[in-house]
């Protein structure tokens, strides 16, 4: 399977999937550590992907949103938005509702 | 080393701009406010991607990571009222 049907195969079967450096106990990048934080004050279930453990999925995920920068998050196969637009979205309470219909 | 400036007129040449203000000065960690008309009826994700289109090559080389906050002109001047 290439990249980029590998990376359609993870943000389709699971419903909130966030691509990001680290893990969520050890985020190596400020940006990612924000995602996971934001993502457990909305006490979100969500799949990590760990883009540093793989070097196809951490240049393929670019491409498959035309998107250039990880953090991202996927909700329901959806391209949500890197750590700024997480925070916006969290701020205003659209993250919660998304969230919590996934 | 890239300056925040040298990134304003980065994003200044592919992007029409009403306001701009990039900060950062170790060389790769940005924070920018971009107001564009070129913004208005767009999603968030598809106001970034301007910026990024913007950017073009530049985001993927020189830039490790840039933090944005952009507005619609209205929006905009309704902040700042």
Redesign the interface.
Known sequence: MDTQARIKETVTTNNVVLYMKGSPKFPQCGFSNLATQILDACNAKYTAVDVLQDQEIREGIKQYANWPTIPQLYVKGEFVGGSDIMRAMYESGELQTLLAGA | MLSAAQLENYIKDGLACDYIKVLGDDGTHFEAVIVSPSFVGKS??AQ??LV?AALGDK??AEIH?????TYVPSKWQEINQ
């Open positions: 968030m994700v970034h991607q990024y985001m993927r990571a840039l933090s944005m906050k």
